[in-house]
C-alpha cells in the first residue's frame, strides 16, 4: 500500500492540533525575569522588571497613595526608603534583592514583592 | 510525542481504510473511515497536550487581624472559595479583635467580674478550643494574658518597659483557669480587669475555618497565609507537596533557614522577631511568659508547629517557645499529634524525629547548625 499525500496531510492537521492545544494550555513556567511588584491594599499597582533598569540608575516609584511614600528599585533589587507611618519597618528592611523577599508597610497597607527569578523553590514563608 | 501521534494516525488510518476496501459502498466507506482515522488521532493528539493543562489560580491579597492575607487557591470553585473564606475572615476579625470595643471578646472583658456574657457559637468555639489548649500546655499558653500584653504594648516605637509593680500586678490577673463557661456560647471572667487576648490562637483558628470553607467549595489545592500563619490544603496541582519555607529570625521576609514539604498541614511560627523593641541592648519581645510576666527568656528564636489543625499549631508554637527546646521536646513525645522545628539563640536548629524525612536544611550559609 502506497503512502498517498492524503497521509501526510492527517499528518500535518494533527501535529498542528496538537501543537496548538499544548501551546493554548501548557502551564506557565514560575520563574522569569526578576520583577518587583507593589500592591497596594492587596491590588497590584506597579510592576517593574529590573533587568529593564540601566546598570547604576534608581528608579523612584511614585504613588498615587500614600503620597509620603517613596520605592526605589535599581538593577539588582528594590526598597521602600521614605515612608511616613509610624514604625518604619518597611524602610528598615532595606533593599531587598532576591525573588520572594518583600517589604511590607500595614499601616498603609503596601507590599512590595520581588518575584520571578530562578531561584522560585518555595511556596510560601511561615514565620 | 508528536511523531508518535503521527504514526499512529497513519496506522489508523490505513487500518481502517483497508477494512473499508472490502466493503461495497468502497468510496463513501474510504471517506468515512478517513474522517474516523482523522477524528480518533485528533482525539490521541489533543490528550497528551491535554494532561499538560493545570487548574487555574486565583489568588487574593488582603488586610484583617492586623497584618497582610494571603488566599491562593486552584481549580474549580476557587474563586468561590476564596471571596467566603476572605468574608468569614473578617467576621471573625470583627468578633475577636482587641482593637475594637464593640467586638464581643471586647465584651466579654468589660464585664469581667461583674457578669456572664453570651457570644456567637464562632467565638464559644475559639474559647472552647484555646481554653483545651491552655490546659494542656499547663497555662504556658493562656488566652487571659491581656493585661499584661496591653501593658507591654511591644511595637517597635516602644522606648521603656513598664515598672515592675505593674507587672507582678497585670501577672496577677492572668489565669485561664478563672475564665469560666457558665452555659452554652456563655462566659465570665471571675475578677475585675481581668480581660482576654486571643491573638496567640485567632489566625491559627481562622486558617482552619478558612480551609474548610475552601474544600467545601470543592478546592483541592491552596495555600492560606494569613500574616505568616500557614496552611495548605492537600497538595500542589501537580500532586507535589508544597514546599514552605520557615523564616530565618535574622532575615529579611522571603528568607528562610529551611523548607518543611507539606500536605493538608498548618505550619505556625512563633518568633522573637516579630513584635520587638530593643532597649539597653535588650530584645523586648511579644511573647510574654505568663509566670514571670516578662518576655520569655527561654533560649530560643523561634518555634514552628506543624499539625493537622492550625489552632494547635498557633497556641502551641506559642506555649513551647516559653517552653525552651529541653522541655518542649519532652511535651511533644508526651502529647503527640505535632511536630515542632526549634531555633535556638545559639543558632542550633533542632527537629522532632517525625519530620526528618520532610525536613530539608537550608541554614549552613547563614550560619545556622543542624545535626541530621
Request: hydrophobic letters at 40%.
Amino acid at each position: 500500500m502506497r503512502i498517498k499525500w492524503g497521509d501526510f496531510a492527517v499528518v500535518a492537521l494533527i501535529l498542528a492540533a496538537a501543537a496548538l492545544v499544548f501551546l493554548l494550555f501548557a502551564p506557565e513556567k514560575a520563574s522569569g525575569p526578576l520583577t518587583a511588584v507593589v500592591r497596594v491594599d492587596g491590588g497590584e499597582r506597579r510592576r517593574i522588571v529590573l533587568s529593564d533598569i540601566p546598570e547604576g540608575e534608581i528608579l523612584r516609584i511614585p504613588l498615587e497613595k500614600p503620597a509620603g511614600m517613596v520605592i526605589e528599585a535599581r538593577r539588582d533589587g528594590v526598597r521602600v526608603a521614605r515612608s511616613d507611618c509610624p514604625d518604619q519597618v518597611c524602610v528598615r528592611t532595606g533593599w531587598i534583592t532576591r525573588a520572594g523577599q518583600s517589604a511590607v508597610c500595614l499601616p498603609y497597607r503596601v507590599a512590595v514583592r520581588l518575584e520571578g527569578g530562578a531561584d522560585d523553590i518555595v511556596d510560601g514563608i511561615a514565620g | 510525542m508528536g511523531f508518535f501521534m503521527a504514526e499512529t494516525a497513519t496506522s489508523l488510518s490505513r487500518f481502517l481504510r483497508a477494512g473499508g476496501q472490502a466493503a461495497l459502498h468502497e468510496k463513501r466507506r474510504r471517506k468515512a473511515s478517513r474522517a474516523a482515522a482523522c477524528l480518533a488521532a485528533l482525539c490521541l493528539a489533543v490528550c497528551p497536550a491535554g494532561c499538560a493543562v493545570s487548574p487555574e489560580k486565583k489568588e487574593m491579597l488582603f488586610y484583617a487581624m492586623d497584618t497582610a492575607m494571603e488566599l491562593t487557591a486552584y481549580g474549580d470553585g476557587a474563586e468561590q472559595g476564596i471571596n467566603e473564606a476572605y468574608q468569614y475572615i473578617l467576621k471573625l476579625d470583627r468578633l475577636l479583635t482587641n482593637k475594637d470595643e464593640d467586638s464581643e471578646i471586647s465584651g466579654l472583658s468589660r464585664a469581667a467580674g461583674q457578669a456572664d456574657v453570651t457570644v456567637s457559637p464562632e467565638t464559644a468555639q475559639v474559647i472552647d478550643a484555646a481554653l483545651e489548649y491552655c490546659r494542656q500546655s499547663g497555662g504556658l499558653f493562656d488566652i487571659t494574658i491581656a493585661p499584661l500584653t496591653s501593658l507591654w504594648d511591644i511595637g517597635p516605637e516602644k522606648t521603656s518597659r513598664p515598672a515592675d509593680s505593674d507587672i507582678e500586678a497585670a501577672c496577677a490577673l492572668v489565669d485561664y483557669r478563672r475564665l469560666l463557661k457558665t452555659g452554652e456560647n456563655a462566659y465570665r471572667l471571675d475578677e475585675p480587669k481581668m480581660a482576654v487576648d486571643l491573638g496567640a490562637v485567632a489566625k491559627g483558628f481562622a486558617s482552619d475555618g478558612a480551609a474548610a470553607i475552601l474544600k467545601g467549595c470543592g478546592v483541592k489545592s491552596a495555600l492560606i497565609s494569613l500574616g505568616g500563619n500557614i496552611y495548605c490544603v492537600g497538595a500542589k496541582p501537580d500532586g507535589k507537596p508544597w514546599r514552605i519555607g520557615l523564616r530565618d529570625p535574622d532575615g529579611k521576609a522571603g528568607d528562610y533557614f529551611a523548607i518543611v514539604r507539606v500536605t493538608d498541614k498548618a505550619v505556625v511560627t512563633s518568633g522573637d522577631y516579630e513584635r520587638y523593641f530593643m532597649l539597653g541592648g535588650v530584645r523586648y519581645h511579644h511573647i510574654i511568659d505568663p509566670r514571670t510576666g516578662l518576655p520569655a527568656r527561654s533560649g530560643l528564636r523561634s518555634v514552628t508547629v506543624i499539625a493537622d489543625s492550625g489552632t494547635l499549631a498557633d497556641a502551641f508554637s506559642t506555649a513551647l517557645f516559653v517552653m525552651g527546646v529541653e522541655e518542649a521536646m519532652a511535651f511533644q513525645k508526651r502529647h503527640g499529634g505535632f511536630e515542632a522545628v526549634f531555633v535556638t539563640e545559639d543558632k542550633q536548629v533542632v527537629v522532632t524525629e517525625g519530620l526528618r524525612d520532610i525536613f530539608e536544611f537550608r541554614g549552613g550559609q547563614e550560619g545556622y547548625g543542624y545535626e541530621d
